[in-house]
């Protein structure tokens, strides 16, 4: 079990806007920036957002992130089919002294 | 081009030890902290362990005491010794550059390990 939680799954249809949540403690969300990872299929992840709601140069503006308290969430709006892939949130965690992982989403364009 | 390639994955009997590389190129690599983040097959990123820039390490509850992470600067090279291996460490394990603020930036392709008698 990840000590972030994330839903399982998300969808949406092209166009539209979905969100995909990460739930942590204070121990590590509270206290400590949030990071979002693309992984598509076959491949190794890569980078999101970073900083909470900071994007990488090359990463579309329809990825957006936010941060409130213990939770965070990451919004993609304008949904394409070439978003479809897991997508993993991750921070420092102070009680444990180290990096840890939500279990992942997985986002179907239907 | 900033790249990470992984080196040293194979197949080990349970209680053996392997030795993971990774080849750093792109950048300078001293100025990095570094990390081995691993992913079982159809599941999720756990990672493993990360070092400074002045060598503090850091490690997973699970393999601290059972996997070493090193840097060789001068070879830009990132390794993980690790021993005691259990069927639950058998995954791909990635090299992972810790950029500052952006944490896991660059990713490399990864190694597989199987652990298996």
């Known amino acids: 079990q990840s000590v972030l939680t994330q839903p399982p799954s998300a969808s949406g249809t092209p166009g539209q806007r979905v969100t995909i949540s990460c739930s942590g403690s204070?121990?590590?969300?509270?206290?400590?920036?949030v990071y979002w990872y693309q992984q598509l299929p076959g491949t190794a992840p890569k980078l999101l957002i970073y900083s909470n709601n900071q994007r990488p140069s090359g990463v579309p503006d329809r990825f957006s992130g936010s941060k409130s308290g213990t939770s965070a969430s990451l919004a993609i709006s304008g949904l394409r089919s070439e978003d479809e892939a897991y997508f993993y949130c991750a921070a420092w965690d102070d009680s444990l002294s180290g990096w840890v992982f939500g279990g992942g989403t997985k986002l179907t364009v239907l | 081009e900033v790249q990470l390639v992984e080196s040293g994955g194979g197949l080990v009997q349970p209680g053996g030890s392997l030795r993971l590389s990774c080849a750093a190129s792109g950048f300078t690599f001293s100025t990095y902290d570094m990390h081995w983040v691993r992913q079982p097959t159809g599941k999720g990123l756990e990672w493993v362990s990360g070092i400074g820039t002045s060598g503090d390490t850091y490690y997973l509850g699970s393999v601290r005491g059972r996997f070493t992470i090193s840097r060789e600067n001068a070879k830009n090279s990132l390794y993980l010794q690790m021993s005691s291996l259990r069927a639950g460490d058998t995954a791909v394990y990635f090299c992972?550059?810790?950029?500052?603020?952006?944490?896991?930036?660059?990713w490399g392709q990864g190694t597989m390990v199987t652990v298996s008698s």
């Open positions: 204070s121990s590590s969300i509270g206290s400590h920036y």
């Open positions: 992972v550059r810790g950029g500052d603020p952006e944490a896991f930036d660059i």
